[in-house]
């Protein structure tokens, strides 16, 4: 299982825009990779549908940890058509996954800066943010690991942005998922 | 008349086979792009944040469509949330208090939401002033507010003159609008703001059919809402994201 150590920050519109203008003069510019995601949030794993609709192709992940549990994502990850999106979706949701599905247009455009993956991106839920990524091989080593980690703690110093916490990150998706299921209860209560 | 949609709405509009129910396409947005009026430069002071709050649940559910099929199409969620965050700007701008800052955004942000279709559809005003009467509750408690009976009745009177022009107005509708004459003239000028995203250049807003002393002044912006958030529906997000990421493109919240 390939492993992915990644990192996150959130900003405002004028850091988002400085950090794009930073990005094209000194990185490299690998594009725009718009993307549907839908989310299924599994006690300690996540379960991802995505539709790539900048490139016309689409995916389903499974991670073994869920954000704010450490940066190292144990990964498993196969291409899908495009056009199965739907019964990908349906199917988890048959599943028993449903109550625990959202779902997050992100428009996304990626970069590459000194070896780090940055994807720089806005969704609802996150607002303006970015995604600092290595990817590692099957079975990397803790040795590995670290090196990836502190590869993207000096990108992100260089860039002059300021990485989120493990505690901060759990903090938000936390209050996220609170405030989903409570929209969900309230629109449940609203139909009946 | 056929729903389905194959040519563009710029051409149907020329072709004045707009049919009922209206989607735009890439070619209309490329259109609206083509056409950018020569703006002044103008810029709104930022929103209180009592008013980003507001506007932060100001997508309404599909659910409270009268018409479900119109929650992508030219008077949908799209053109509701752009009304409501126009709406939002001018009440701070007019430095309404709360309660009617919050009276107006909701006005703006179900004005439509009665419509059957995309035409002119009258009537479609006084259906969603007797929804929203009915349904004051659930509407202010989707905005986190209870509503008190002024509140719903300004409201509702600024939906239902919404669609009715000023020279039409008759003495009912002139001592209703004496009422809360500042919400609805704020409610009728930010759904005339939004007009960028119709497919004729004559349909596009123009201050003689408002009574809104900065409704040039927020031109640029109303433009550069319809110009982004219709891109971004275009490009696959929902029409609330679209919108959402438009008004954050714009730094308003």
Sequence with gaps: MAVEIEMRTRFDKSAHDALVERLVRDGEDLGQDNKLIHFFVLPDQLLKVTDNQSTGTAKITLKDSKIGQGAAFGETEFPIAQEDVPAAVRLFGALGFEGARHEAFNFRRNFRFQGVEIAVKWSEAWGYHAEFEVLLPDGASDAAKAEATATITDAAAELGVALMSEEELAAFTAAFEAEEAARKAAQSAEIR | ?253
């Design chain 2, 1 to 253: 008349m056929s729903t389905t949609q194959t040519d563009s709405l710029v051409e149907l509009a020329a072709r004045k086979e707009l049919p009922n129910h209206q989607f735009t396409d890439s070619a209309t947005v490329e259109w609206i792009k083509a056409n950018r009026p020569d703006f002044t430069p103008g810029w709104p002071q930022p929103l209180r944040d009592t008013t980003k709050a507001l506007i932060e649940q100001a997508a309404i559910p599909t659910r409270w469509l009268a018409e479900p099929r119109l929650a992508d199409s030219i008077h949908g969620h799209r053109h509701g949330l752009r009304t409501a965050v126009l709406a939002a700007l001018l009440a701070d701008l007019h430095r309404l208090d709360e309660s009617d800052t919050a009276t107006t955004v909701i006005a703006a942000a179900v004005h439509d939401c009665q419509r059957q279709h995309d035409k002119d559809d009258p009537g479609h005003g006084s259906r969603a002033a007797v929804w929203l009467g009915a349904n004051a509750d659930l509407v202010w408690t989707h905005f986190h507010l209870r509503p008190t009976p002024t509140d719903v009745i300004k409201a509702a009177t600024a939906v239902r003159l919404h669609e009715v022009p000023y020279e039409k107005f008759t003495a009912d509708d002139r001592a209703d609008h004496a009422r809360s004459a500042q919400i609805c003239d704020i409610v009728k000028a930010a759904d005339a703001l939004d007009r960028y995203r119709l497919p004729k250049l004559s349909w596009w807003p123009n201050s003689r059919y408002v009574r809104e002393p900065a409704f040039d002044q927020l031109l640029p912006l109303a433009y550069d809402l319809v110009v982004t958030s219709e891109e971004a529906f275009l490009s696959g997000a929902s029409s609330t994201a679209a919108v959402r990421f438009a008004v954050a493109e714009k730094g308003l919240v």
